[in-house]
C-alpha cells in the first residue's frame, strides 16, 4: 500500500520501443499501488571510458546498490570497438544465470495449452567469452570456454529453483557426446550438484534431441539447465511455443543476490516509436522482479490484469493480431486493476 516505504530499483528504459514498455510498466505499476520508487538511467550517448560502453559508471552503481531492476531492450551497435552493453552488464553485475520462465498464457491459444518450462542459462562464457581470431587467412577460431566455478554456480542455482519453486524435474542440456572435455565438464559439475537434491529428478539430455521433444511435446520437460549458447537459442524456441517474443519475461541473477529482470525480446527498431510493441514481456519482468522482492500479492494482481485483459481479446497489440495500441493495451490492464 502507499503507507510503506517504497524500495528503490533502477530501471533502465533502454532503446528502441524500450521507453515506450517501460512507461507502459511505470503506469501499471502505479495504477497497482505497488511501492517501487524507480531510480531511471538511460543510455548514454558517449562513451564512459571507466566502463567502455554507453553504460555510465553511475548506471552500473545504481544497480550494485540498488540489487534489483528492470532493463528494456539495448540495441547492440555492431563492430564499434567497445563492449556490447548487454555484455557489460553481464560482466560488471555478474549476472550469471538468465532464467526465462515460459508459460502457456490462458486465453492465448496458440499449437499448446499446457506448456510450463523454465529455462536457465549460463550467462557468463561458453561460446560467448568473445575470443575470437583469424589463424591464417581463411581460417577462423572461436574458443568456447567452460570452468567449473561457472557451471557449478549455474547449476546449483538452477537444482535450488527447482526445490525452492516445487518443481519435480532438471534437465541438464547438452552435446557432451562431440564437445567432450567442455560439454562434459558443464554436464559433470550437474551430476554433482543433483546428487544433493535426491528429491529432485534429474536427466542429461542431447540438445538436438531436446529440439524435437521440445516441439513434439514440451510437458516432457520442467526446468532446463545449460550452457551460454544452448541457453540463447532454447529459450527463444520455447518463447515461439507459448507466442512469440512479446509475452516472455526473464530475470538475470547475479552474485550478491542482484536481480535484473527483462524481456527477452530485443528493441525491435522497426516497430519503435510507432505505439505498436506488446509491453506484456516487460510487465511480466516487472511481476518477476516484484516476485523476487516477495511483493507476491501485487504481483499476483498485476499478473491477473495482464492475462484478463489478454484473455478478453479486446484489446490486443498487432503481434498477438489486435489492432490496439501500446498506450491502449496499457489502459485496459490498469482498467483491471
Ligand atoms: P528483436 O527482438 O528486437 O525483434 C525481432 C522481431 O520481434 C521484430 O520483428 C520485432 O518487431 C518483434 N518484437 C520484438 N519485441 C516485440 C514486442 N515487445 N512487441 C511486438 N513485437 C516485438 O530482435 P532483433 O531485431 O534481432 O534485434 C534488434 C536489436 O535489439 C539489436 O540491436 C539487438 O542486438 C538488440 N537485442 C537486445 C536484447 C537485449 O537488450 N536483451 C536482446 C535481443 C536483441
Redesign the pocket.
Known sequence: SSSTTPIKATLFP?????PE?AESVKQVFTAADVAIDWDEHYVSTEVDPRTNSFLTRESLQSVLDNKVGL????????GKGHR???LTLRKELNLYANVRPCYSLPGYKTRYDDVDLITIRENTEGEYSGLEHQVVKGVVESIKIITRKASMRVAEYAFLYAKTHGRKKVSAIHKANIMRKTDGLFLQCCDEVAEKYPEIEYEKVVIDNCCMMLVKNPTLFDVLVMPNLYGDIISDLCAGLVG???LTPSCNIGEDGIALA??????????AGKN???????LLSGVMMLRHLKLNKQAEQIHSAIINTIAEGKYR???LGGTSTTTEFTKAICDHL
Open positions: 533502454g532503446d528502441g520501443i524500450g514498455i532493463k528494456g531492450p539495448m540495441a547492440t551497435p555492431i556490447s552493453l548487454n512469440g517474443l512479446g527483462e524481456a527477452v525480446h530485443g528493441s525491435a527498431p522497426d516497430i505498436l510493441a506488446n509491453p506484456t514481456a516487460l497489440t498487432a503481434d
